[in-house]
């Protein structure tokens, strides 16, 4: 796993931007799985910037995102699909047949998560996935214990993870209690998995994921065995991490043409 620690939040950010660029300005017809939360909304600002400085074209990519909550309408002001709409989706140039989300209306759930995973398939695979990480260690959605190989699916969130994402939903006991997620093994397909996280609160988990034993306790700690795998932090985020003279190292010697 490669290790970047940036010396603030908006350096992380341009960082992880610049390598999702790197990705589409490769390849524009690019397979992108996508990441929610509060910590990936600076990431895509930075991506809207450089869509509008002429950087960026998104017209031949297409997109994954990772996970909705079940029983949420896509329009609903909470739901992962408007979010995505109001930071991304709606400033750049992506064609609206090359977005893909998990449907958290799906009369037939099961049928749906699998129909998601040939959906991937078919477009080629994901090349590059962002991901964020929860407090005990969640990807997408994949809360503690989840499968290391798990696929698309219906899972159940930690009362941590509603209190976590409460803000949007008013109190804890308004967020839907079921979700569907991309599984740990459906992100440990893709080509690049390029995890961001900031701040003491992730700290913890940052550590135990890069340094930790692999286990389905803190599922995060699967994408030690992906063989490309780009973790950026702030110092913040990197605080419990032993190794990092050695990660600031590697990334000061990196050779030019891996640079961003
Ligand atoms: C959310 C998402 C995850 C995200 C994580 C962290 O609920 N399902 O994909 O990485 O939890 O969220 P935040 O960035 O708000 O801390």
Request: proline residues 5%; glycine residues 6%.
């Amino acid at each position: 796993m490669e290790i970047i620690i940036k010396p603030s939040v908006v350096e992380a950010q341009l960082e992880t931007a610049k390598i999702l660029r790197r990705q589409i300005q490769r390849k524009p017809a690019s397979v992108l799985g996508l990441a929610t939360g509060s910590t990936p909304i600076g990431v895509y600002a930075a991506l809207v910037e450089m869509h509008q400085r002429g950087e960026l074209d998104f017209s031949k990519a297409s997109t994954f995102n990772l996970d909705e909550y079940v029983g949420l309408d896509p329009k609903h002001p909470c739901s992962y699909r408007e979010f995505m709409r109001e930071h991304l989706f709606g400033k750049v140039n992506l064609s609206p047949a090359n977005i893909h989300f998990p449907d958290g209306l799906a009369k037939d759930v099961p049928a749906h998560c699998a129909e998601y995973e040939a959906a991937i398939l078919r477009a080629g695979g994901i090349d590059l996935q962002l991901l964020g990480i929860g407090r005990e260690g969640h990807i997408g959605f994949n809360e503690p214990s989840s499968s290391l190989a798990s696929r698309t699916r219906i899972k159940t969130l930690t009362r941590q993870t509603l209190q976590d994402n409460a803000k949007c939903f008013g109190s804890p006991d308004k967020v839907p209690h079921h979700v569907i997620t991309m599984g740990v093994g459906t992100i440990m397909d893709t080509r690049h998995c390029l995890m961001f996280a900031t701040g003491e609160a992730k700290a913890e988990a940052v550590a135990r994921m890069a340094e930790g034993a692999i286990t389905a306790d803190l599922p995060a700690s699967i994408l030690q065995m992906h063989p490309v795998c780009t973790l950026v932090v702030d110092e913040a985020a990197a605080a419990d991490l032993k190794r990092t003279d050695y990660y600031r190292w590697v990334y000061d010697n990196k050779p030019d043409w891996q640079r961003v």
